[in-house]
């Protein structure tokens, strides 16, 4: 039998070091960093998809909705819920948005004057021209408010729009993207992933 | 056993009898005490998981059945209320059998608001803003459960871990082997305690009879997974288990919490929108209950061999 008192406290009688510390944090981080790749493999996976002709690749998380008169759409419910980043491709012929004869800002100033009846509260913000794979486009930067799916007793969202738009034959091309408004450096870097691998016909 | 090794800093009569135990040397009395069976250990959490699934049923059945409904402040303040049962259930329990000789309550204390601190501090921020893993999650089922074990998994366990290892792990009242498991369960319910906290907030009060499963099961997962990590730090400060004991017993617990959290998930799914969270306080139950049953009959096999070593 062992004399046991009661109040010895417990700790080894000589001097020794404890169990190695670094092999947890060590441990630890080797996880976080395989868990940081993971994050980063899943969250630059793009899904590409054929739409009115063009192919258009997006973030894999984003899920296809439907957008009236849209070609393709698709929108980060996950990440942004009923407003979350949206995209959207449309096909439009050349007589819709060029009547007469004319070029792509005349093409442009007839899609806000179209837009403005589609969307509320639309105003335009910029207007300039790029290049989109060796072709002209025009894009439109604009401000509108978005309702929500839930019916009209729900705040609406104020939206910040980016329209992309280029002319291959007799068809109109246009990327519509869309985020909450607010963060114009993330909007402005996740259309240009959109237009960077947007593939017209 | 008598060691003719030099001692240091403790003293030690003249020709006491010494022992030794995985490397370490301790006196007679250090000696029974680290292998003695708590009785404060086993019987609360394994009381606590029976009656906080008695309280998640019985909440569950008043609401789910009746057209009783809580409403505004109310429905808060009643979901903060039930938050806090899981844990309550469980320091009623432990102080009501911890009285041969009682770990401190400023421990018990301080280890379960320590793991609160460390969840709404690092562990939630780093998971949800960090991670950010509910963005990027739920469409592959490999990928969720590499997200659970890796990110979720291994955040929550090494917080919990820390809640124990930095602090009373040094504490002379630290005198058992058992003594892990029952801290490490106390920084995992104060963890559990906080996330169900802020999904009560968060959501500005739930549906009680929805709300008090995931609380419960919440609760009592924490709680089990902590009290893995509290076995291999309870063992690891008595003995020398070498340089991947710790790490096995974080990574044991990263991984048990990882394949849980995602079980739980899909066992709850019925298909569409519909889910049954019955399912997820079962299985909960069931690893909790499991888990302090396999980790206690560990540590008493454990004494009664160590107690058996000294005495032959």
């Known amino acids: 039998m062992i004399n046991a008192n009661a109040n010895a406290a417990v700790a080894p009688v000589r001097r020794e070091e404890g169990e190695p510390e670094w092999m947890v944090w060590v441990t630890v981080a080797v996880a976080l960093v395989l868990g940081f790749f993971l994050m980063w493999y899943i969250t630059n996976q793009t899904t590409a998809a054929s739409a009115g002709g063009t192919t258009l690749s997006y973030p894999?998380?984003?899920?296809?909705?439907?957008?009236?008169?849209?070609?393709?759409a698709v929108a980060d419910l996950r990440n942004g819920g009923t407003f979350g980043d949206r995209a959207a491709v449309f096909e439009l012929p050349k007589a819709e948005l060029l009547p007469r004869d004319g070029g792509l800002q005349e093409a442009a100033a007839n899609y806000t004057l179209a837009q403005q009846d589609a969307r509320v509260g639309y105003r335009v913000l910029s207007v300039h021209s790029l290049t989109v794979q060796n072709r002209d486009a025009i894009q439109?930067?604009?401000?509108?408010?978005?309702?929500?799916?839930?019916?009209?007793?729900?705040?609406?969202?104020?939206?910040?729009?980016?329209?992309t738009i280029v002319m291959s034959g007799d068809t109109f091309y246009v990327l519509s993207y869309a985020t909450r408004a607010g963060d114009v450096d993330n909007a402005t870097s996740a259309n240009d992933k959109l237009v960077n691998n947007w593939r017209l016909p | 056993m008598n060691s003719t090794d030099k001692l240091?800093?403790?003293?030690?009569?003249?020709?006491?009898?010494l022992y030794t135990l995985g490397g370490r040397t301790y006196t007679a009395a250090q000696?029974?005490?680290?292998?003695?069976?708590?009785?404060a250990a086993a019987g609360p959490l394994l009381i606590t998981v029976g009656a906080a699934v008695v309280f998640a049923a019985i909440v569950?059945?008043?609401?789910?059945?009746?057209?009783?409904?809580?409403?505004?402040?109310?429905?808060?303040?009643?979901?903060?209320?039930?938050?806090?049962?899981?844990?309550?259930?469980?320091?009623?329990?432990?102080?009501?059998?911890?009285?041969?000789?009682?770990?401190?309550?400023?421990?018990?204390?301080?280890?379960?608001?320590?793991?609160?601190?460390?969840?709404?501090?690092?562990?939630?921020?780093?998971?949800?803003?960090?991670?950010?893993?509910?963005?990027?999650?739920?469409?592959?089922?490999?990928?969720d459960l590499l997200a659970a074990i890796l990110i979720v998994g291994f955040v929550q366990e090494f917080l919990k871990y820390a809640a124990v290892r930095y602090t009373v792990f040094f504490s002379n009242e630290f005198d058992e082997r058992v003594d892990g498991i029952i801290y490490g369960a106390a920084a995992g319910l104060g963890y559990a305690t906080l996330l169900n906290m802020q999904y009560i907030v968060g959501n500005n009060g739930v549906d009680l009879a929805v709300g008090v499963m995931?609380?419960?099961?919440?609760?009592?997962?924490?709680?089990?997974?902590?009290?893995?990590?509290?076995?291999?730090?309870?063992?690891a400060?008595?003995?020398?288990?070498?340089?991947?004991?710790?790490?096995?017993?974080?990574?044991?617990?990263?991984?048990?919490?990882?394949?849980?959290?995602?079980?739980?998930?899909?066992?709850?799914?019925?298909?569409?929108?519909?889910?049954?969270?019955?399912?997820?306080?079962?299985v909960a139950a069931v690893v909790a209950g499991a888990t302090f049953?396999?980790?206690?009959?560990?540590?008493?096999?454990?004494?009664?061999a160590t107690l058996a070593a000294a005495r032959a």
Do not use: C
């Open chain 2, 214 to 235: 995931r609380v419960v099961t919440s609760a009592l997962a924490q709680a089990s997974f902590a009290g893995i990590t509290g076995y291999f730090i309870g063992v």
């Open chain 2, 60 to 143: 569950a059945l008043v609401f789910g059945l009746s057209d009783w409904r809580l409403e505004g402040n109310w429905l808060l303040v009643a979901g903060i209320v039930m938050a806090i049962v899981p844990a309550a259930i469980w320091l009623v329990a432990f102080y009501t059998q911890d009285r041969l000789e009682p770990e401190p309550k400023t421990y018990v204390l301080g280890v379960f608001l320590l793991g609160a601190v460390l969840a709404v501090g690092i562990g939630q921020p780093l998971i949800r803003n960090f991670f950010s893993v509910q963005n990027w999650t739920g469409n592959n089922l490999l990928i």
């Open chain 2, 293 to 304: 049953l396999v980790l206690f009959g560990i540590i008493r096999r454990l004494n009664a």
């Open chain 2, 31 to 39: 000696y029974e005490r680290l292998a003695r069976e708590n009785k």
């Open chain 1, 60 to 72: 894999a998380t984003w899920v296809q909705t439907s957008e009236s008169g849209a070609a393709f």
């Open chain 1, 140 to 163: 439109i930067e604009s401000g509108y408010l978005l309702d929500s799916p839930y019916g009209g007793t729900s705040m609406p969202a104020l939206m910040h729009g980016i329209d």
């Open chain 2, 8 to 17: 240091a800093d403790t003293d030690v009569a003249a020709g006491e009898r």
């Open chain 2, 237 to 282: 400060k008595f003995e020398r288990k070498g340089p991947f004991w710790l790490p096995l017993g974080v990574t044991i617990a990263a991984i048990l919490n990882g394949v849980v959290s995602f079980l739980l998930g899909q066992v709850t799914r019925l298909g569409g929108l519909s889910f049954n969270p019955w399912y997820a306080l079962v």
